[in-house]
């Protein structure tokens, strides 16, 4: 189905699952789509009803116009409210799962209206608020000015990304997996990234060089869990750990050692496990004492 976001910009969703059943929001994070959810989707849908969207500019979902607001935190917000609108009943609530961008899709809706209507729990899942360069590790030198600048001209390099070859798909295992990621895992990364437009690769890396949601972080007022790898060289534990120690209501920190970025292809059952704890007692609890 599609969503009607706050500028207009339609927005691709794909349900699976029972209408009634516990619901479930999967938001994607940068160079990403839906089919970075497969492993989610295939085991919750059993049992709930999951809800996941193409960000703009990936997957099925166009990109912004050039020039507008459409590469923002504001439009990553306006997206996510139109698709909880467009996807749930009135005061109907869903735990969402973000990763990476959608992660910070999360905190950069917290205020919003239709997002506390809509959210009974979050997982933040290998991401962070702030500082994004300047805590990165792709880049293989001591923290300082120097690193984050060499950071943020390889996040936001213009050049095409090319077809997937063996040295490319070593290249991503470097700066997005852990290093004992199975070709596997590392294939279905590689041609799930390779699949993005550049405008909309480069677009949101801008977006994401400048980023600062701490305010969102601390606007999360419902139940939160945060997951990371110990082994994530673009949003390190650093992040993870603040925060846990920001969020009003944290229920958990899970690191997952040697893991890296991209923690539910890397970690599947991990991550589906924590979003089934967060149903199963944020929505499970609920609906059995209406019961």
Do not use: N
């Not at 839906?34 to 166009?62: E, M, S």
């Not at 990763?99 to 919003?112: E, Y």
């Not at 869990?225 to 944290?250: E, F, I, K, N, Y």
């Amino acid at each position: 189905m599609t969503a009607t976001s706050a500028d207009g910009s339609p927005i691709h969703i794909e349900v699976y699952g029972s209408e009634g059943a516990p619901a479930v929001v999967l938001a994607h994070g940068w160079t990403c789509s839906t089919r970075f959810w497969d492993a989610q989707i295939r085991d919750l849908a059993a049992d709930h009803r999951v809800i996941a969207y193409d960000q703009r500019g990936h997957g099925r979902t166009p990109a912004p116009e050039p020039g507008g607001q459409g590469y923002s935190t504001t439009a990553l917000a306006d997206d996510l409210e139109a698709v909880l609108a467009a996807t749930l009943g009135p005061g109907e609530r869903a735990v969402l799962a973000g990763h990476s961008m959608g992660g910070m899709t999360i905190m950069a809706a917290a205020g919003r209206a239709g997002f506390r209507q809509h959210a009974a729990a979050v997982l933040l899942c290998s991401t962070g608020p702030s500082r994004l360069a300047a805590e990165s590790l792709v880049v293989p030198l001591r923290p300082g000015r120097l690193r984050t600048r060499l950071t943020r001209s390889v996040l936001g390099a213009k050049a095409p990304l090319g077809p997937v070859t063996p040295v490319s798909k070593k290249v991503l295992k470097y700066a997005t997996m852990g290093p004992g990621a199975a070709p596997g895992p590392v294939e279905a990364c590689a041609r799930i990234v390779h699949a993005c437009p550049r405008t909309a690769r480069v677009g949101w890396s801008q977006v994401l060089a400048e980023l600062d949601l701490e305010a969102g972080v601390r606007e999360l007022r419902l139940p939160a869990a945060v997951l990371v790898g110990t082994a994530d060289r673009l949003t390190p534990p650093v992040h993870s750990r603040a925060m846990t120690a920001a969020l009003p209501h944290c229920t958990s920190l899970v690191e997952l050692a040697g893991m890296g970025h991209m923690t539910p292809v890397e970690a599947p059952e991990a991550v589906t496990a924590q979003i089934r704890e967060l149903t199963l007692t944020y929505l499970g609890v609920k609906e059995e004492a209406e019961a």
